[in-house]
């Protein structure tokens, strides 16, 4: 059974930084292309970055780009989000994804609230 937990959300100031991790089972999670997504109530799921199952591509928003790193550790199946130089606009709950035989499977997300 495919099991996702995000961790690491909170209250930062504007400028600040925060890294979230999401935790894996139940696949081989070393064979899955991962993502994060972030969404604000009253808005739709939007791509924040993903990244290749070895680690070595990665893609991102474009206004997350030199702002946010995606990156993974398949020995600890962990996928990770850094985030740097955060903004109010960053405020959402972010939550990771897989894609498995056509299926997406979700976390539960943790929310991550920039403010001063």
């Known amino acids: 059974q495919v099991h996702l937990v995000e961790s690491g959300g909170g209250l930062v100031q504007p400028g600040g930084s925060l890294r979230l991790s999401c935790a894996a089972s139940g696949f081989t999670f070393s064979t899955y292309p991962m993502s994060w997504y972030r969404q604000v109530p009253g808005k739709e799921r939007e791509l924040v970055a993903g990244?290749?199952?070895?680690?070595?591509?990665?893609n991102y928003r474009e206004s997350m780009k030199g702002r946010f790193t995606i990156s993974r550790d398949n020995a600890k199946n962990t996928v990770y989000l850094q985030m740097n130089s955060l903004k109010p606009e960053d405020t959402a709950v972010y939550y990771c994804k897989l894609v498995r035989w056509g299926i997406s499977y979700w976390g539960q997300g943790t929310q991550v609230t920039v403010s001063s």
């Open positions: 990244i290749s199952s070895t680690g070595e591509s990665t």
